[in-house]
């Protein structure tokens, strides 16, 4: 286990992503990792390039500390970082809000239809696929229920106004 923990944390991967990335089955990088088989030349190869591309890039970061290393930042880059991180976290809270909203109705559609299709279909398929089919949709309706609709709401609303509060921080500059 050793040389996978070694490895999954130099590379930042779980066993299953490095064994698809080496192009491997996951039970050979598993007897690997414990020393039992080896790996064909190929991942092996593949292996030793992923793990000098690493240690090049740590070296490089050592040479070159990223901007937020650097102290020289200055006070108007920092604010306008925070201002265009709050527009993307606008976007992200939007699209997870219409996602929600979307999959909250298609799913109460789908809970009424269940309650209509208990008339029209056989006995066989309501007894069976009905009831699965109408608590898969209650469950989609309660995790994208209005309450969840109306936290999402709530947290758009406050990266709003936070845009406002980054706006006018940015103007006193």
């Known amino acids: 286990m050793k040389r996978e923990k070694k490895t999954g944390d ?3 991967f779980q066993q ?3 064994a698809t990335l080496l ?3 996951p039970g ?6 414990l020393g039992k088989r080896l790996l064909p030349s190929a991942a092996q190869l593949r292996l030793v390039k992923m793990e000098v591309f690493v240690e090049q890039q740590k070296i490089k970061r050592e040479n070159n500390p990223s901007p937020i290393q650097q102290p020289e930042l200055n006070e108007m880059e920092y604010w306008e970082d925070q201002l265009n991180l709050n527009k993307i976290n606008q976007y992200r809270i939007t699209a997870k809000l219409k996602k929600c909203q979307e999959k ?6 789908g809970f009424e239809l269940t309650d209509f299709l208990e008339d029209e279909v056989e ?3 309501k007894d069976k696929v009905l009831p699965h089919l109408k608590d898969r949709t209650k469950d989609v309706m ?14 758009l609303q406050l990266l709003q106004y936070e845009e ?4 006018k921080k940015l103007s006193a500059l």
């Open 28 to 33: 050979l990088w598993s007897m690997y990792v």
């Open 16 to 18: 299953e992503e490095i």
């Open 142 to 155: 309660q995790k994208n229920s209005p309450h969840q609709q109306k936290q999402y709401e709530f947290k």
């Open 23 to 25: 192009g491997v089955k």
């Open 164 to 167: 406002k509060c980054l706006k």
């Open 10 to 12: 130099l590379l930042g």
């Open 104 to 109: 909250y109705e298609c799913a109460r559609n």
């Open 123 to 125: 006995k066989e398929i």
